[in-house]
């Protein structure tokens, strides 16, 4: 496999979607707006708009669209009254690089798991990973009002799959009148008990991978779409402890 079919990314700056540009999604005190890089946005922008076509718009999104594809998983992912928390193609890369360094430690030390073999992985379901982008869709809309700093568990649309959606408070309060809420998914390899005293901020890695949200609310045709972190790794590969 050539090294240029690693990953096609572009520019993978966030030059699509003006609502991408910022670095945390924040609730203001209007609840019809959110807060990007300083500046309101409407959340209702989108909402004549399925969350494949809002991914499809976006370069940022465009790898991950490919693999929606090639599993299939458009209908699924653009299914109405659900919430998804997309990765980006960073986080795709991320998983590709990891799975590339365990390639080369056990087979072999040229080889590459590029985005062809990726796709390859989807389309044939190969262990069992065709519906592994369905770990990012919980099967109810989650608007601001009802996330809590506790957090609350949800089946994800992968089989025998829990999440975790909840907020912590975040910094002063700048140009909103309340206090800026960071929105968290997380994501349980374990069972975990939630209480005001074990909150989803505190729930150790061994037990599940806290993901930060950096745009959220957005509503469109199939519900709410929210972006996930750069800095996450694709079906939170190499996590599992």
Request: proline residues 4%; charged residues 15%; contains cysteine.
């Amino acid at each position: 496999m050539k090294t240029a079919q690693f990953i096609k990314m572009k520019k993978l700056l966030f030059t699509g979607i003006p609502v991408l540009l910022g670095l945390l999604s924040i609730l203001p005190s209007c609840k019809k707006d959110y807060l990007i890089g300083g500046s309101i946005e409407d959340v209702n922008m989108y909402k004549g708009m399925t969350n494949y076509e809002v991914l499809s718009k976006d370069p940022a999104f465009d790898t991950l669209v490919q693999l929606i594809d090639a599993a299939g998983l458009k209908d699924q992912i653009n299914q109405g009254g659900t919430t998804f928390f997309a990765p980006s193609d960073y986080a795709i890369l991320n998983y590709m690089q990891q799975r590339t360094l365990y390639v080369q430690e056990h087979y072999n030390a040229n080889g590459i798991f590029g985005l062809d073999s990726l796709k390859y992985y989807l389309k044939n379901n190969i262990d069992n990973t065709r519906d592994s982008m369905l770990m990012y869709q919980i099967n109810t809309p989650l608007p601001y009002d009802v996330l809590t700093r506790t957090g609350i568990a949800y089946q994800t649309g992968l089989s025998k799959d829990t999440a975790i959606v909840s907020y912590s408070p975040y910094g002063g309060t700048g140009p909103v009148s309340t206090q800026p809420r960071a929105v968290f998914y997380t994501h349980l390899w374990y069972h975990y008990d939630l209480s005001n005293s074990n909150r989803a901020e505190d729930i150790p890695e061994e037990i599940g991978v806290r993901t930060l949200v950096i745009t959220s609310g957005i509503n469109t045709k199939s519900g709410i779409m929210n972006y996930l972190e750069n800095f996450h790794i694709l079906f939170f590969y190499g996590t599992k402890q």
